[in-house]
């Protein structure tokens, strides 16, 4: 989380970061219960290291959804431990991921920054209709820039995993 930057198809307060990789390994490699552990410790160690600038906001968001995403990953991988498996784990996961993060910023996250920021609405939908101008509301600001920028996030961190985690989980066992 101490390392993370915008991409292009979200306004720059989203910010990619690959924090979720050492808990999907883990979470592989141990269960969903050190899953959770692992998603505690992450966000301390980022607390400690980087102060919050989003008033805490942002922080619950990612201990939250890539709690749903790891878990899920690890429960559904559980079951059958083979490549297959987990590629079908990650899927799912990162679909219930996007789908809880975009729920998430529509009912929480967005009005939450309009209020300890007190900035307009209007203010974040015109950052997302600078990258899509199709973008004229919060729905659509959530399905043009949030269900993207979380889809792109699940996919590389899958396919990291899919690259590191027989490498690294004789180390973790």
Known sequence: MLFDFPIAIAPAFYKLDLSDLPCLIGAFAMGPVPALFIQVIKILIKLLLKPTSTA???????????TIYCMTASVIYSHEKSKGRAIKAMVIASIAMVIAASAGNYFFIIPAYV??????????????????PIVKDK????????MP??????????????ILYKRISPILK
């Not at 729905?139 to 949030?146: A, D, E, T």
Request: proline share 0%.
């Open 115 to 132: 209020k300890m920021y007190n900035i307009s609405l209007e203010t974040i939908i015109s950052m997302g209709s600078a990258i899509f």
């Open 56 to 66: 805490f906001v942002g922080e619950l968001a990612a201990f939250c959804f890539s």
């Open 149 to 162: 920028f979380n889809t792109v996030k699940a996919i590389i961190v899958d396919v990291l995993t899919l």
């Open 139 to 146: 729905l659509s600001f959530v399905l043009c820039c949030v």
